[in-house]
């Protein structure tokens, strides 16, 4: 199947989804291709979309049955699963459609919804994505794709040098691309609690986060010095009307993923284990917006620093901001209650 021939639709505009998305678009109007149908919970962030000629399509079952390949990009297991449930449930035929699933999900999840599509004689490629947002808006995203080759051969042409510099090609099973995906976050988040405790370390003793920022960027490579870039600049705890370039939630959830694999077969993930408690205690303390970096104000905290820096202290460091953030994710149970007046108290306590 010619991809250029082929209706292409995208659901799911977040941080990474959108910027994907943008360059797709931008792909297929250069090529005079058919526009993108887009769909999202929140459709008014496919307005920059809309301008660059995609369409928009509030339904995802609509979008399923106007489109031949399908790429999604949401949050997590259960956001997928559903979406899939949807357009299994639709009555549309989904016969000989191709679904790309680029989010972060459990093998087990991309096992399911695989087999569950081939019943319907469809077919689902997993083709999660490593880089950030700032990645994304350049199209240099690096993707592992596993799933049947005639699909991914058909879906490869929309992926490199569009959305991405490079495709690993994990084979057949699609679940071999999201195991990557996993184990490559292994790095990912523990890295970034390396480089946190770094430069926590050369705040306290004096030599300054220049320097270490300096060495982090050119001895250990740019993605060590974009991690680095993100506490100095104070992103690890973005404005509250942003949304974080990588959710705290979001790497608690590879993170367990990661943790459930592993214990399943037998591998020990120390270093993982206590970069996952700090971001736990970070979104404890500073509730959902944070990024998944902010393990470092968890760092700073217990070496007697304020948990903002800087470059957000003005905004943040008064309890509003707690008070704020625990009550807007909080007033849903008795438990989440007590963990949001738990924080404002600690944001008492802690204020510097
Ligand atoms: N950010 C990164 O640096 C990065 C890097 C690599 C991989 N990833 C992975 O890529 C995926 C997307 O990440 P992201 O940073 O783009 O996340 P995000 O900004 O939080 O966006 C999540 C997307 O899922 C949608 N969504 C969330 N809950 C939903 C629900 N209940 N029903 C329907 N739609 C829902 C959101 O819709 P709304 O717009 O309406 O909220 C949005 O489109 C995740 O699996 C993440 O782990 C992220």
Request: glycine share 10%; proline share 4%; aromatic share 6%.
């Amino acid at each position: 199947m010619a991809a250029s021939a082929t209706q292409i639709g995208w659901y799911g505009l977040g941080s990474m989804g959108l910027a994907m998305a943008t360059n797709l678009q931008r792909h297929l109007a250069a090529k005079k291709a058919v526009n993108l149908i887009y769909s999202n919970r929140t459709m008014s962030r496919g307005d920059p979309l809309k301008a660059l000629g995609a369409v928009p399509e509030s339904s995802f079952e609509k979008l399923v049955g106007r489109c031949g390949i399908i790429f999604t990009m949401v949050s997590d297991d259960t956001v997928l699963k559903n979406l899939i449930s949807s357009a299994l449930n639709s009555g549309e035929s989904l016969s000989s459609k191709i679904f790309v699933d680029c989010s972060t999900v459990h093998p087990d999840t991309i096992c399911a919804t695989a087999s569950q599509l081939k019943e319907k004689d469809a077919v689902f490629l997993s083709a999660p994505v490593f880089g950030g947002n700032p990645i994304a808006v350049a199209g240099k995203l690096v993707f592992a794709i596993g799933g049947p080759k005639e699909a991914s051969e058909a879906v490869k042409p929309l992926i490199q040098d569009v959305m991405g510099r490079k495709i690993i090609d994990c084979g057949e099973e699609a679940t071999k691309s999201s195991l990557l995906k996993i184990a490559g976050n292994i790095v990912t988040v523990s890295l970034m609690e390396a480089v946190g405790e770094a430069q926590v370390f050369a705040e306290k003793t004096g030599l300054g986060t220049g320097p270490m920022e300096e060495l982090i960027g050119d001895a250990f490579g740019p993605v060590a010095g974009g991690y680095s870039k993100r506490l100095t600049t104070g992103v690890y705890a973005p404005p509250l009307d942003s949304r974080p370039g990588f959710g705290v939630s979001l790497s608690i959830k590879d993170a367990k993923h990661a943790a459930a694999i592993a214990k399943d077969h037998g591998v020990e993930l120390p270093g993982l284990q206590v970069a996952e408690d700090n971001m736990v205690a970070a979104r404890e303390y500073g509730g959902e917006c944070l990024d998944s970096s902010s393990m470092y104000g968890i760092l700073r905290q217990r070496a007697g620093l304020a948990f903002w820096n800087e470059k957000n202290f003005k905004s943040r460091d008064t309890s509003e901001y707690r008070i704020q953030n625990h009550i807007d994710f909080s007033l849903l149970d008795a438990r989440a209650f007590m963990r949001a007046l738990r924080g404002v108290l600690l944001s008492i306590l802690h204020h510097k």
